[in-house]
């Protein structure tokens, strides 16, 4: 069975801070996506990336960077974190997103203050 | 980039009532499209999805969609819920970005069963 681990099911930041959130998978899949999840928004696409060290941005990347140095890991960085990215945040793998079901982590809910 | 609808934010029924959620998107050329599902605590699942060939798809716990080329519909569907279906509905639809294929969600129906 498909596995995907996010590092911490809550974190609090602080504003400003810099924060990384990790995201593993066991399936030697190629793709892997960040979302984020919010009441009445539903999903929205941060990062995504198609193969190792290769990113593309999604629809809302502006205060996000992406780092994969490993296929299995795809890290979600806050650069400076504000309290509008107080969310529910969502990684993904899937072998491809047109025809093969994307696999999700229990999600990390980040809390800025 | 696909856009995808889903028309109601909160539906709420009794236990053995009719369900039937309502998603549109926009692409207008040959579409996968999915279906997922997130229960109360846990992480999202895939429900069901349409690739090709029949348009009445079956999915797990006896829910089921239907393509509607003509109106770029995939409702979702199942005769008589139970309160374990309370759960949060989501309608997805891959599209081509920048070197591979993205997946875009609907808002998301959020489903509330009464016993």
């Known amino acids: 069975d498909v596995k995907v681990t996010q590092s911490s099911r809550y974190l609090v930041k602080r504003t400003g801070e810099k924060v990384f959130l990790e995201c593993v998978q066991d399936m030697d899949h190629e793709n892997m996506f960040w979302y984020r999840q919010d009441p009445g928004l539903g999903l929205r696409l941060i990062y995504f990336?198609?193969?190792?060290?290769?990113?593309e941005k999604g629809d809302i990347p502006e205060g996000y960077s992406v780092s994969r140095e490993k296929k299995e890991r795809f890290s979600l960085i806050l650069e400076s974190a504000s309290t509008n990215q107080t969310s529910m945040y969502l990684c993904?793998?899937?072998?491809?997103?047109?025809?093969?079901?994307?696999?999700f982590g229990n999600g990390t809910r980040l809390t800025v203050t | 980039a696909q856009s995808v609808s889903q028309h109601n934010h909160h539906v709420i029924l009794s236990e053995a009532a009719s369900l039937e959620l309502g998603c549109n998107y926009s692409y207008g050329g040959t579409v996968n499209l999915f279906w997922y599902v997130q229960y109360p605590g846990q992480h999202l699942q895939l429900l069901l999805k349409?690739?090709?060939?029949?348009?009445l798809v079956k999915g797990i716990k006896g829910f089921e969609a239907e393509f509607i080329k003509s109106k770029f519909s995939f409702n979702l569907r199942k005769p008589s819920v139970q309160w374990s279906d309370t759960a949060e509905y989501f309608c997805a639809v891959p599209y081509s970005g920048a070197g591979s294929y993205q997946l875009t969600f609907g808002k998301g129906t959020k489903l509330s069963v009464i016993p």
């Open positions: 990336s198609y193969d190792v060290k290769m990113k």
């Open positions: 993904a793998s899937g072998r491809d997103a047109y025809n093969s079901p994307l696999h």
């Open positions: 349409y690739f090709s060939g029949d348009p």
